[in-house]
């Protein structure tokens, strides 16, 4: 049984100047075990899926489509029947330079209110539990005493890290958890993040804008644009070999490590993302897009079979066997 | 806490204190040079008996002699002499201070209900309790005290004699214990309710915005994302966040428990220290008011001074300030 399933997910937000829709269609399975990476620019719509796989979207938001979590519709479930399965069905790291945590209360005693709430282990052994999890990702026991004030950037993100384990969830969304973080400690959580993921089988959905960072960790990736998955398969033939322009454009505006030419010659993409209120006809991508043809202004082409595992949408992609 | 934290506090205090009791003396003296010419102006006395109360009050030598002996009687918690009837400022103060702060205390502790509503009403921004009760919270808060005391005491006094019209007791009375209080209770229902009604506006507004800042934080969706009832995400992480401008406010309002209340302490002849100011400025009486402002100013700085001690408790990044 596949841990999340996503079934023509559509978001669209209620705002003063009407409907915005974020996600507009989107279909995303993630198998037991499996870590799957989602990228695409801020506003593409990929931390609305996060939000939205807990329900956690703002009051109004209009959900279409289905979402299930371990098999089970998460838009059907009962207010108490949504909280026991939030934080256990699936955890959010979220990004630590945000404040994401309380400034009040010391980060132990916010990992443990997850851990009390869950009743995962009850009393005495809380405080163990808690010592544990930070321990696990290199933190002191210590450090439950503190304050997010007084931790760095790296320190916040990794007791976010312990406190999305706390519940031991079978899904693990990690939502830009690595964003605003210096380039030596990002390798850090990202090596942490992996770690982790390898010693508990978790499930992973990594979100981030940074492609490269995804090929490493996730074995699947999905590129989204405007809403929309555009391109997905194998995070490294994806990464080395992308069928649409977008993800190459993306692909390009990374550097890779060791390759000096491409260090010095960073391939930016011209133009803004486009406004979700008011996207272009055909392919929302074509205003931008270096290989866009008459047919990209009147055609929106869906995903289509690109090669082994492999979908794009782009009307340059030959429809090939899936093999 | 950190010791230096509070040993600033302190210091900060002590010394606005101390320079407020300058203040005070230079105050007084540039109002009036010779109050006491003044206030016996027009009565048949001899120069000697002028310069007997000229002494009696501390008036007489250079400013600095007269500072130094101000100073001392300070220490020694004299406040001097009243102009009138001869008495210690300090009994006038003192025979003050019950009813005010049985009024006062008792409207601010009712005012700040406001502050859980206030709360409710801005976790719930839009919604139809939080229109209610903004737009009256916004209606009293805007009514002068003085004018909702007039229409309590017309309804609830004067037509329906519910309550007595003023004063702290029956007229009379030689009630001891707790028929006393029962009779000072009575009596204070009005004008306590009519402080409350001023107040409790202000502790809602404070409160709902406070409380509305927090609203789009992120922790408050990890929260929810956790697993956390909604009324337990505002009471365990949205409240914590919104305590500091109502802490202030409270700090303020409870200071002001000693300066009294002058508009509905005199619409309802409530002998406290709200009167007594009014008295004070009619004489004028100046040492009375003299001490009623170091009064006023000293609950003032201790009140803040609580205040900045609970922000330490309250926010922790407060104390790395």
Known sequence: ?323 | MRASYVIRKLIGAVSTLAFVAVFNFFLFRVVNRNPVDSMFRGRNLTREQLDELTRKFNLDGSKWDQFVAYVRQLLRGDLGLSFRGNRPVVDVIAEALWPTVLLVGTSTLLAMIGITIGYRAGWKRGSRGDTVSTSLSMLTYSMPEFFIGMVMLGIFAASLGWFPVGGLEDPGSTATGLEQLLDQFHHMVLPALVLAIAYVGEYMIVARSAMIETLREDYLQLARAKGMRDDEVRRKHAVPNARLPVVSLSAINFGFVFSGAIAVESIFSWPGLGQATYLAVRGPDLPVLQGLFLLMSATVILANLIADLLYGVLDPRVMGR
């Open chain 1, 1 to 323: 049984m596949s841990v999340l399933e996503l079934r023509d997910l559509r978001v669209t937000y209620r705002t003063e100047g009407g409907p915005v829709p974020a996600v507009r269609g989107v279909n995303l399975t993630i198998e037991s075990g499996d870590t799957v990476g989602l990228a695409g620019e801020s506003g593409c719509g990929k931390s609305t899926i996060a939000a939205a796989v807990l329900r956690l979207l703002p009051k109004g938001t209009q959900v279409e489509g289905t979402v299930l979590l371990n098999g089970e519709d998460v838009y059907a479930m009962k207010p108490g029947r949504l909280r026991a399965v939030r934080w256990t069905g699936a955890a959010i790291v979220f990004q630590g330079a945000l404040h994401s945590l309380n400034p009040v209360r010391r980060v132990g005693d916010q990992i443990e209110e997850a851990i009390r709430l869950h009743r995962t282990v009850t009393g005495a052994a809380v405080g163990a539990r808690v010592a544990e999890l930070l321990e696990r990702v290199g933190l002191q026991g210590a450090h439950a005493e503190r304050y997010p004030h007084q931790m760095s950037g790296g320190q916040r993100q990794r007791v976010l890290i312990a406190l999305a384990l706390a519940c031991e969830p079978t899904l693990l969304i990690a939502d830009e958890p690595t964003t605003a973080l210096d380039v030596m400690v990002q390798a850090q959580v990202l090596a942490l993040l992996e770690e982790l993921q390898r010693e508990r089988g978790l499930s992973l959905l990594f979100i981030t804008h940074d492609l490269s960072v995804l090929t490493s960790t996730c074995r699947r990736l999905a590129v989204m644009y405007a809403g929309r998955i555009v391109e997905e398969g194998p995070s490294v033939d994806v990464f080395a070999r992308p069928d649409h322009p977008y993800s190459a454009a993306l692909a390009a505006a990374f550097p890779t490590i060791g390759d000096s030419a491409s260090r010095m010659n960073p391939q930016g993409l011209a133009g803004d993302p486009p406004d979700p209120s008011a996207l272009p006809g055909g392919c929302p991508f074509h205003p931008r897009c270096a290989r866009a043809v008459d047919e990209c202004a009147t055609n929106d082409v869906a995903l289509r079979v690109s090669g082994p595992g492999r979908r794009a949408a782009c009307v340059h992609v030959k429809e090939a066997a899936d093999g």
